[in-house]
């Protein structure tokens, strides 16, 4: 079974910055596309960041270009994403995702979410 | 990047039919067939229910079917049941070579 286990969660002042890591188990992590998705208290899922299993290509949603930086060490099967320039609007539970291609289609496996709440 | 508009809420009784709406534009629903849905209950994790419009995944109920006109996809859960009260999300791959969600349908069985 696909294992996805987020960390690096935690309370952060706006401005601040914070890393989590996906570590990924049970499948050939590098043969996969990754991807962030995340969803604030009250809200709907929001779709944050992807890599290509190799992480030659990186995507991001428009709110967060410039501010977090999506990475991935296939040698360690762990994901990455490192958010700078953090603001209230941040405050969600990001979830890692395992994409069914080597890019950007759809997940069939994701992690338990780590909270991430941004507040002064 | 909009979200796609999905109605707020639906409901339908037990044994019934529902049909929820996904609405996006011609750069994104309607361009691509890369087009997913997820059920989401509160406090677990999202579950593909459908991908590619219209396909199911395995262990995924036949009552789940999915399909696509224009810049709308849709959901239709046949034969209603308790368990399918829950939250569900339409995704699309987007020519900004993103991902987009719907704002999410929170599905009610009366």
């Known amino acids: 079974e696909v294992l996805l286990v987020g960390s690096g969660g935690g309370l952060v002042q706006p401005g601040g910055s914070l890393r989590l890591t996906c570590a990924a188990s049970?499948?050939?992590?590098?043969?996969?596309?990754m991807s962030w998705v995340r969803q604030a208290p009250g809200k709907g899922l929001e779709w944050v960041s992807g890599i290509d299993r190799s992480g030659s290509r990186t995507f991001y949603a428009d709110s967060v270009k410039g501010r977090f930086t999506i990475s991935r060490d296939n040698s360690r099967n762990t994901l990455y994403l490192q958010m700078n320039s953090l603001t209230v609007e941040d405050t969600a539970v990001y979830y890692c995702?395992?994409?069914?291609?080597?890019?950007?289609?759809?997940?069939?496996?994701w992690g338990q979410g780590t909270l991430v709440s941004v507040s002064s | 990047q909009s979200a796609l508009t999905q109605p707020a809420s639906v409901s339908g009784s037990p044994g019934q039919s529902i049909t929820i709406s996904c609405t996006g534009t011609?750069?994104?629903?309607?361009?691509?067939?890369?087009v997913s849905w997820y059920q989401h209950h509160p406090g677990k994790v999202p579950k593909l229910i459908i991908y590619?419009?219209?396909y199911r995944p395995s262990g995924v109920s036949n009552r789940f079917s999915g399909s696509k006109s224009g810049n709308t996809a849709s959901l239709t859960i046949s034969g209603l049941q308790s368990e399918d009260e829950s939250d569900y999300y339409c995704c699309s791959y987007t020519s900004n070579s993103a991902l987009v969600f719907g704002g999410g349908t929170r599905l009610t069985v009366l």
């Open positions: 995702a395992k994409d069914v291609s080597w890019s950007l289609t759809h997940f069939d496996s």
């Open positions: 049970n499948f050939p992590f590098s043969d996969f596309g």
């Open positions: 590619d419009v219209s």
């Open positions: 011609s750069s994104d629903v309607g361009r691509y067939h890369y």
